[in-house]
């Protein structure tokens, strides 16, 4: 069935520290956004992504459509990091809503 | 600037009670969609809408409806809340095309049934 995956579920950095979060995805898809939601729940837009590369200060998004994943890249962590990354995408087949990964819980310690 | 705001930000309720929760937004976008997120789990779409007197059932709609009759809002209802249905709701935009465009969500509203 369609599916969108994310890993690792959990990861704890040393500040400084970079990282790497993925996102598999089931089935083509004509959208792929990035979130951060902060402790405070807020729904961050970091990337829209349904392919290519793009960067964004110490954020970086790549997404390899035919091969069906994405990769956020994280350097130099600081403690505002912290918070629950979404992988989201639309697919081709159906409507234009947002099927949500289960997120990765990113936890930056100083 | 344009924005998406939800209102109430908190509500508590009791069983039974029909519920209403707000969604406004100045993109003028014509695509609205109203999601859930329990605790622990990634969003999940209830409702969403293509645009005035539009609306279609998402994977979690039974025991919600909406109604577009502007561009601006999309209320959710919860025709008699149940304990289950308490949650972090989410409205969400995007322009409308044959492409699906980048989703801007609101702040959310936290509601809990009792």
């Known amino acids: 069935g369609i599916q969108v995956e994310q890993s690792p579920p959990d990861l704890i950095l040393q500040e400084g520290a970079n990282s790497t979060l993925r996102c598999n995805f089931s089935?083509?898809?004509?959208?792929l956004q990035w979130f951060h939601q902060n402790p405070w729940g807020q729904l961050i837009n970091l990337f829209y992504?349904?392919?290519g590369t793009k960067q964004n200060g110490r954020l970086s998004a790549t997404t390899v459509a035919t091969e069906r994943y994405s990769l956020l890249y994280i350097s130099s962590s600081q403690t505002t990091d912290s918070g629950v990354y979404f992988c989201?995408?639309?697919?081709?087949?159906?409507?234009?809503?947002?099927?949500f990964g289960t997120g990765t819980r990113l936890t930056v310690i100083p | 600037d344009a924005e998406i705001t939800q209102s109430p930000r908190h509500k508590i309720t009791e069983t039974g009670r029909q519920v209403t929760l707000a969604c406004h937004q100045t993109?003028?976008?014509?695509?609205m969609f109203w999601y859930r997120q329990d605790l622990g789990h990634g969003l999940r779409l209830i409702h969403y809408?293509?645009?005035?007197?539009?609306?279609n059932k998402g994977e979690v709609s039974d025991g919600y409806s909406v109604s577009r009759s502007n561009t601006e809002d999309l209320p959710l209802t919860l025709e008699s809340a149940a304990s289950s249905q308490t949650s972090v709701y989410f409205c969400?935009?995007?322009?409308?095309?044959?492409?699906?465009?980048?989703?801007?969500f609101g702040p959310g509203t936290r509601l809990t049934v009792t």
């Open positions: 969400a935009s995007s322009e409308s095309a044959g492409v699906p465009y980048e989703q801007y």
């Open positions: 089935d083509s898809v004509n959208n």
């Open positions: 992504i349904p392919s």
């Open positions: 989201a995408v639309v697919f081709q087949t159906g409507a234009n809503n947002l099927f």
């Open positions: 993109w003028n976008h014509n695509n």
């Open positions: 809408s293509y645009g005035v007197h539009d609306t």
